[in-house]
Structures are given as C-alpha cells and as structure tokens.
DNA sequence: ATGTTTTGATAGATAAAACCTATGACATTC
DNA sequence: GAATGTCATAGGTTTTATCTATCAAAACAT
C-alpha cells in the first residue's frame, strides 16, 4: 500500500470515473486502473463495483476510502509540522466563516493576506456555526470564524472583535424619528428576520426579548436567506430589521439615513477565530488573525460600551 | 513520503542506530540510510542528530516521528477493516490486563486461543487500569481486561464474569474458627494490602469500610506487589489478606484450609473486556471473549448472591 | 439492428526508484 | 596508531510505476 494508491482510491471515489480521477491525479488511465487493482490485490477484496456506471465502491470500499482520505489528511500534517517548526506562513488552510460575517468581513482583509502570503492556499466555505463546528471537530477544517462564546470545550477562541447590531428601519417606522433606539421601540410584527439557522437570528430575538413567546403566537412569514435581502425587504415593504455593523459599510447616502445606532449599552456580538485546541497551522492562522486585525477600526477591538447579546 | 520511509524513521528512532534499525526492517544499512535522507530532503529538514552516538531525533523530528506513528497505525487499521468485513479471525491485537487478572485468568484460555486462531498476533501487557484505560484511549491498545464498572463514556464494557473476594488467613486469626466470615471479622491492623494502584486495593478497602479513616490512622508498611506476595506474607507472618477467587485455583490443600469465604452477600468484582467506543477487530475480541467464557465456571457468570464492590 | 462512442482492462516499452554490495570518511577506543 | 564502530557515498541491479497503444465490453445513437 502506497500513499499514491490512496490518492487514485480517493479521486476515483470522488470522480467515479476512471478517465477523470486520473487526469485530476495527473496520470495516465492505465496507471490509476493498475494501481487501484494492485490495491485490492493486496488487500483481497474488490474495491469499486466496475459493472455499474459510473462506477461506484464497493461496501467494504467505501469503509476503506474513508480511512485513506483519514491518511491523506494526516500525512500532509507532517508538512504543516514542519511549516509550523520554521514559523514559514504556507501550506493550504480551510477557513470556514458564517454568512452573516462573510460578504462584509472577507473582502476587508482578504486582498492584502493572498498577496501577502502567496504560498499560503487558501480554503473559504460559508457555513452556519452548526455546520462549520461539525466540520473543525471533523478536521475537515482549520479554522472558522464565528460568533462566540460558543462552550465547547474542544475548541479555542481567540476574540477579533465586537460587533454592535444596529436598527435598519423605514420611514413609515415610529422609531424611525428617534435618534438612538432602545430594543422596546422593535414593533415584534415589522421585524424581519434570516431563516433559521443562522446565530444572528437567535441573538435578535434575544435583544428582543422574544424568547420566551411561543413562536407560533407570532407570525414570521418572511424569513430572509441573506443580511442583503433583509435591507431590500426594507427598503421594498417597510418595516425593521436588524444588521450587523460591518454590513453598513458600503450604504448609499440615502439608506444611512434609515440607520439607527441602539442606546448604551448597546447590543454587540463577539467576533471570533475559532480552532481545536491542538492545532497546526498556527502560524498561518496567527497571521490570518493579524491580518484581519488591521483591517478593523481600533474601537471595534475592545468591547467598551457594548452589551454583549447570548447566542442560540 | 512513502510509508516504507515512515517505517524507517520509526525503526530509527526505536533502535536509535542505522544498522540495527536497517536490520529490523530486513534492509541493509546504505538503503534505510538513503530513505531517511530522502524524507529529510523532502521535508527541507534534519529529523536525527547523527553527531550524537547513539543518534537522536530533532526537536521537528521528534514531532514528525510523533506523527509517522500515528501515520503507521492508522494503515495498519486498513487491513483490520477488511478482516473485521470478512469476519476473519485475524491481525494482531494489543490487550491489556491487570496483574491481579494476568497470572490467573491468561492460563485459563490463551493456550486454546492461540491454538485455536494461529492468524491472530497477540500481544499481551500487564498493566494498571489507569495506565491501561490511557493506553485504550491513545489507540496503543485494542482491548483490555480489567475490573468495572470504569464510568468512562469513550470506553464499551463486555461483562465477562464476576469474581468473588475471599479472606485468606493464618491460624492465630480469631476468624480462623468461622465458616464464613464477615467483613468486620477482618482486624484492620492485620490486613495485608497490595501497593497502590491496583484497582483490587481500592475495592479492599471498601469492603472493610476503611475508606473514612485517614490513612494515616494506620500503618500500612507491608504494601505487597502481588497477590502471591500477600499470600506468603499471611503464611509467614500470619495475619489476613483478601484474593480474588480465581487465584485459589493452584492452592495446595493445606493452604486451602486457610480460605474463608464472606456470608452472602459475597464481596465481588466484576471483570470485564474493555474498548474504545469505535473499534475495530470486533471479530478478533468476540473470539476471545467466546474464549473467556468457555473456562469461566457457569456459576461466575452471572452475580447471583455477591454484591460487586465499588472501585476507588 | 448496427455503427459509434464511452469506459475500463491489458500488453509491452521506458523511466524512475528502491535496494544491494563494496567502500570511504570520521570518530572513538584500546 | 591500529582497530573498531558508525554512517555516508558510489555504482550496478532489480523492482516498480508510468507511459503509449490497443483491446473488449457496454452504452448510446442512428
């Protein structure tokens, strides 16, 4: 059993084709075919199913592929020892980072870190903290940012920064004539909110004091898959909605003007880099963190006059 | 990086000298020589300090050896995946036991197992629970046989059998006269008792409620290493100890004599196989547990009129 | 139905590598 | 200062991985 074997098992679990897996290899299709056999000679049992199309693995197949594409992965952490030894920012990272973060977040600090660090391969997957969680205790990532605390014990929090909420409202709104509004002036029934699954939601409803309602006594017909959407639903049909600081940034004139900071203490969320306590890639990620630390005002770093809002 | 290298850089940093660990992996000097330099090469880094005598790994070598360890024994687990799938009796298997188990219990089925399965690589260690249930948990075991219930919710515990505790004691014990004895016949201050660290000590000491006193209250200095060194000591000295049932089996009759079983409800213990959670070589460990109980008399496979005693 | 395309296996040649024997360099020991 | 122990290097051999070319079978199309 080779390493190079593993590397055909698992393109050729992951394209099913013969032809394809190789070309993605950068070998030949004989080559793959072969070395694939000479695996499941050695180890006797049939690996893929070839009479279907496309081909699929076999039972005991897929069990051992799950265990290559295991090896793989721990295999190139010996290169990420290494790179961690020398301090060398580089090697691949797999960021993941919530959709409420990342349209507003990515493109700040993004830019300068690939040119600064191009041998650094950067993965970034939008995920939901559930989902991104799962992921960063699966080692299927290195490193996600979130909003935290999350408690979990297994992970490690390293704080960025504090996010005030702020009210994005209408004209036709009572509270629109305020100039700082309090969480009471939230008509419950002009609110809009995302779809479930995203932490923001669990958070508003929170600064809302929704929590304890049922959730059927209230009607949340209109539940937005995207901070963007929210602002349109706004500006289209009136009503409130609740958005993230970063997200005010690339306003028109026009829609500032439908802005509307909270009252001291105003509701925050904390900003996070989160990872499995024993990780690699701390180099890279330290440098991630500096990198993103640049790019965001000096006020935001410390949580002065803010309230920070529980998650979930 | 191939795993021949890796199984290399191991044998190197186990036999600490090329020759030698060229030896053990049936190779010649120059070739594990060329193979190491290889994966240095690659990596950009020295992994052993070859002016030292004997050589030594690198602090990075350290770290990498770490991980080719870890590397080795997850390919190893390839193989096991397909016998466990074709339910093949066979690999190797890494079970621990505890020593008041090991010379009594192994006797009892090792011969008939390995006769019985010759594909099967056993390797045995005698250890204490907790160093058995670390070993457990770091994969440097497959099973292990020792006294629970453990409350370990990563650990899947079999019940095997369970095993009476019997007083053994010299004539001028005042307990001598009894048939059976309770545990307030048992004089402290005569008791023999293994070091600490045996689970057995822990479960002693519970049942002669001795738990609440201070230790220092009394004056264990005879602390034995071995429940045959406690029996010398009793029939040496005199005085009184406490052996699991299964070490009266090779008692000559005189000692026999000597041997006070408790009133009912006996003091027992429960033995049991232990693994992580997610395991492999299921085949392997159900054949030896099959194994097990095929020398366990019927009577101690199920706790009837014995109360099991609490660990620790 | 029959020709065409797709897909994976096979054969033979070639290039790469792993390995061996023999020897060299360096340090330690007697 | 010769002998020994230890690892590196050199050159040749065997093994293995890969390539190109081709075949066989199945799927698809006309």
Redesign the interface.
Known sequence: ???VQLEYLVALDTYRHFAMAAENCCVTQPTLSMQVQKLEDE???KLFDRSKQPVVPT??GQ??IK??R??LR??A???D??DE??GTVAGEIRVGIIPTLAPYLLPLFLDNFIKKYPQVKLKVIELTTEQLISKLNKDLLDVGIVVTPLQDDRITEYPLFYEEFVAYLSESEKAYQKEFILSEDIDPNHLWLLEEGHCIRGQILNICELRKQNSHMRNFEYEAGSIETLKRMVEHYGGITILPELSLRDLTEKQRLQVRHFHVPTPTREVSLVMLRHHLKKSIIEAMKTEILNVIPEKMKQNISGKVIELG
Do not use: D, P, W
Request: net charge positive; hydrophobic share 55%; glycine share 4%.
């Open positions: 059993m080779t390493f180890l006797g049992v039972e005991i069990l051992i265990q290559a295991l090896l721990e295999s952490k010996i290169k020892i290494v030894h020398r």
